[in-house]
């Protein structure tokens, strides 16, 4: 079970608070959710997903989408903060690099980027500590997390998290988890919370 995000931090805190795709509960004062997925782009044309509560910060495949489908990004537009499409070299190369690179992952990178902060506070990121590839997100859109995929994606983004953490070293990240056991190496400007 991730750690959840505390209710103090979900209605009132300091600074911005981005969150990926659709929160399990709700969160106020939401600067933009973290779009990557053709997946979720398809769900929001269709309606079936309704994130109309949130701007939006779009990856390279929400480009590709909104590029395909101009109707629909026109009715969109303005929920749209800006688009992110910059995925670095460490996540590989071309189409199979922004595949790599999830939700979290651009998250967290556009915001050490954009934002410049002194310090990230992440909850819910469960790949970085266990074998727990479920988000909220597959609950209500399918994804493969059958043994064989989750060790394979384990083996990509894993390594990717410890990129973005040596990146952005003058940045402290601050992870909160029912434990502080990482599978990955982290650098001193992460730290581990087990208790909100």
């Known amino acids: 079970m991730a750690q959840m995000m505390p209710e103090s931090v979900r209605y009132e805190r300091d600074g911005k608070l981005i969150i ?44 590709a989408w909104m590029d395909g489908h101009p109707g629909f990004y026109m009715i969109k537009s303005g929920q749209i903060r800006e688009f992110y499409t910059h995925v670095p070299s460490y996540a590989g190369k071309g189409a199979q690099g922004a595949t790599n690179f999830n939700c979290g992952h651009m998250a967290a990178h556009y915001v050490s980027t954009r934002h ?28 493969d997390r059958t043994g064989r995929n989750n060790l394979r994606l384990l083996d990509i983004w894993r390594p990717i998290w410890a990129n ?28 581990f919370v087990t208790k909100t």
């Not at 902060?117 to 209500?140: A, C, K, L, Q, W």
């Not at 040596?166 to 190496?185: A, D, G, M």
Request: hydrophobic residues 35%; aromatic residues 16%.
């Open 164 to 191: 973005i953490f040596n990146e952005f070293k003058h940045i402290k990240f601050f992870l909160y988890h029912k434990h502080p056991n990482s599978k990955i190496q982290t650098p001193p400007n992460v730290e």
């Open 20 to 63: 990926c795709n659709q929160p399990p509960f709700e969160v106020q004062n939401v600067y933009a959710t973290c779009i990557v997925d053709f997946k979720m782009m398809a769900a929001l044309t269709e309606g079936s997903i309704n994130l109309d509560a949130y701007y939006w910060v779009c990856g390279n495949r929400p480009k």
């Open 116 to 143: 410049k902060p002194d310090e990230i506070h992440m909850f819910g990121f469960d790949s970085i500590f266990d074998h727990n590839m479920r988000s909220y997100t597959d609950t209500v859109l399918s994804s």
